[in-house]
Every structure is written in C-alpha cells, then in structure tokens.
C-alpha cells in the first residue's frame, strides 16, 4: 500500500516510458500524467486527477472530486467521481457513479464509449462531442450541446433532455418528464422513446428543428411541433392529451 504520511501527496509522471501500476491500496491528493501511464488493478483513493497519456483503472478508483482528461482512460470497474470533463477519449466498460450515488456534473467533449457492460449514473450531462452510448445511462439533466453528435443504440433515462446538435436513437430513450429537439433527431425504425409528460420540437431561432421518426414514440402528454417532422410507414406517435403542429 502507498498511503499518505502527511497531507497533499501528489504523483507526476512525465515521460513516454513512464509508468505507475498498483494492486494495492494507493492515497494521495493529486495525480498528473503529463505522459506516460498510470494503472490501477487496486483502490485508488485520489482527489484530482489531470491526464495526458494513459489512465486505467480496472477495480476501484473512488473520493475523485474532479477529473480532467485530454490523453486516454479506460475505465473498466468502478469509478466514483464527483464531476469530470473528458477533452480526448473516454472508454467506459464499467460503472461510473457519484461518490455515493450518482455523479455532480460531467462534460464530454472528445470521443466517449460506453460500452456494453457499461453503466453512467449522473444528474448533469453534457455532450460537446461524440458520444456512442452502447450499454445503460442514467442521467437526471441532459444537453446534447451544438457540436454533440450521439448514437444511443441501448438503454438512455433521463429527467429532461435537450437536442442542440445531432443524435440518433436505434436503442430504448426514457424520460421522465420532457424533452426538446432544437436541431436533428433520428429516432430509426428499432428505436423507441416514452415520455412521461411532453416534446416540443422548434428552433425559434433558425426553424432547423428536425425529427425523423421511424420507430415507436409515446408521449404522456403533449406534443408540440414548430418545424419539421418526417418519417415512414414504420414510425408512430402517440399522446394522451394536446398535439400541436405549425411546421
């Protein structure tokens, strides 16, 4: 075991053939991976963590108040994170939570996999890149911001979700309350969507707002339609109450 003697104890690795792999118990304050690369197959009890190069963790990584990302990691058990911005490439074949429950906050803006086996708790989510979500996400806020471009060919559970860029549904999309399409959605002929309460499909801006649906799609409450929305012979909507269309 690597523990702290006295407080603030940090790691730097700098260097391509740098490298620090542990199967025990590692504590420290803070870990920066300027290159080079940093396994852990044990616990690792840190509070910040900047990486450059490799990050992996194959068992439990846990206390992170904040992560940033600009190299590669690959998270495959257990990350407990407070709130972490991915600039590069994030692999995720396991579960990513919050230090007790779900994450704070999280901001991808590189290229993130979420991989079969793979589970995301968070109540804030935000996508700025490309996202590929291929296991089970469950996120209370979620914004696919104007560069995002995101395929869920799985399991997505939101609260409330806004579409500013470009996503595309093969999988299952659950809301628990609303969800706004502000520029291109594609919900294919193998998706399906539920809402609980309503959808709103408008770009007050630039009237771009547009949805294809060729799959299933159940709204609790009401719809409501400002621009276009297309879609074939495989594609359904219902509602249980108000359907509006000026589009």
């Known amino acids: 075991s690597l523990i702290n ?21 590692v504590t420290l ?30 068992s439990l990584m846990q206390g ?11 998270n495959n058990d257990n990350l407990r994170i407070m709130t972490f911005f991915n600039d590069s490439i994030l692999k995720n074949y396991g579960t990513i939570q919050g230090l007790t429950t779900v994450v704070d906050s999280m901001y991808n803006n590189g290229t993130f996999t979420n991989f079969s086996n793979g589970l995301i708790k968070a109540d804030s989510a935000t996508n700025n890149g490309l996202f590929t979500n291929n296991g089970t996400i469950e996120w209370l806020q979620f914004t696919n911001y104007i560069n995002g471009v995101f395929t869920n060919n799985n399991a997505l559970s939101f609260d409330d979700m806004t579409n500013m860029g470009n996503f595309t549904n ?3 999309i659950v809301g628990a309350v609303s969800m706004w399409n502000n520029e291109v959605f594609n919900n294919t002929s193998t998706g399906t969507i539920t809402l609980s309460v309503s959808f709103l499909n408008a770009d007050s801006l630039s009237n771009t707002a547009s949805f294809n649906n060729d799959g299933s799609f159940d709204i609790g409450d009401s719809f409501y339609n400002f621009n276009t929305i297309t879609g074939s012979s495989t594609g359904s909507f219902t509602m249980q109450d108000t359907s509006y269309n000026s589009g």
Not at 5 to 25: E, H, K, T, V
Not at 39 to 52: C, D, I, T, Y
Not at 64 to 74: A, C, P, R, T, W
């Open 170 to 172: 093969n999988g299952s």
């Open 64 to 74: 992170v108040d904040s992560l940033y990302n600009d190299g590669e990691f690959s």
């Open 5 to 25: 003697d006295s407080f603030g104890r940090d790691i730097w690795l700098n260097g391509p053939s740098a490298q620090f792999s542990s199967s025990g118990i």
């Open 29 to 58: 304050r803070s870990i920066l991976i300027s290159s080079g690369s940093f396994v852990n197959s044990g616990v690792l009890n840190v509070k910040r963590v900047a990486n450059f190069g490799y990050l992996t963790n194959n």
